[in-house]
């Protein structure tokens, strides 16, 4: 067995024990990040069961999308979006979770082709009232999420949330409970939902006994990045 797919069965396994350990009834998909990992790991990856892949970076997901025609991969965009990107994103994507603001969104329904699925869409939530990172405020969530609703070539799934980081397990979970909290509270509301985007490889046992249905996992995976001069959240 190569480490990726020893990697990959690993983190399933841990899934499980945490599913049982703390009974939950939702659904875990894992979200493969391969931000940064060639096109080789990816489908070494995708040769060892996985299907859904995560990427930050328009151009570098692409590139690698190029060489990867072959195999049914489910594309989920998870970096902050700027504007001329949309159009990109739009037809390569299968998914999107960083959506933070109307106007992104409205782009991306414009440049959806009408001949492929709605974009399945999260709202990506900004937990911890950090300036300098991307996700709406809870208190403007509702009114994002009903704008998000009404355009036809999006899908509204879900939330996501990068909580900030802390070796503090408590206020981890607690960062995780709030974006549940916002999660439930649309679903009050009459948002038809299924999708709690958070956890990531240091976190996620704790992101999945908050109610993650998709966690997104790099490093856990693919092994530790090269640091790089950009941010990367
Ligand atoms: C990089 C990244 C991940 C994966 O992080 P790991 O710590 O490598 O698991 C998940 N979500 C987002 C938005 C990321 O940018």
């Known amino acids: 067995m190569t480490s990726i797919n020893s990697q990959l069965q690993a983190i399933h396994t ?3 024990s945490v599913r ?7 659904p875990v998909y894992v979200l ?3 931000k940064s990992k060639p096109a080789a790991a990816v489908r070494e990856a995708y040769i060892a069961g996985q299907t859904m892949f995560g990427e930050n970076y328009l151009q ?15 594309w989920h965009f998870i970096g902050p979006i700027q504007s001329n990107k949309t159009q990109a994103i739009a037809h390569h994507f299968s998914w999107v979770h960083s959506v933070d603001r109307l106007k992104i969104a409205q782009r991306l329904n414009d440049a959806r082709p009408i001949d492929l699925p709605p974009l399945q869409i999260c709202i990506q939530v900004n937990i911890s009232h950090e300036e300098s990172k991307s996700g709406v405020q809870p208190e403007a969530l509702f009114a994002l999420a009903s704008e998000i609703s009404h355009l036809p070539q999006l899908r509204l799934r879900g939330l996501m949330a990068i909580p900030a980081p802390t070796p503090d397990i408590e206020a981890q979970r607690e960062q995780f409970k709030q974006v549940r909290r916002c999660y439930e509270a649309l679903i009050a509301k009459g948002f038809d939902l299924d999708t ?10 704790i992101a999945i006994e908050q109610g993650a249905t998709i966690v997104r996992i790099g490093a856990a995976i693919f092994g530790a990045r090269q640091l790089q001069s950009t941010c990367l959240n």
């Open 14 to 16: 841990r899934i499980q």
């Open 20 to 26: 049982a350990d703390n009974g939950c009834p939702q």
């Open 32 to 34: 493969a990040v391969s």
């Open 60 to 74: 570098e997901a692409l590139e690698k999308q190029a060489q990867l025609t072959d195999l049914p991969i489910e």
């Open 196 to 205: 709690l985007s958070i956890g990531m490889s240091d976190d996620y046992p």
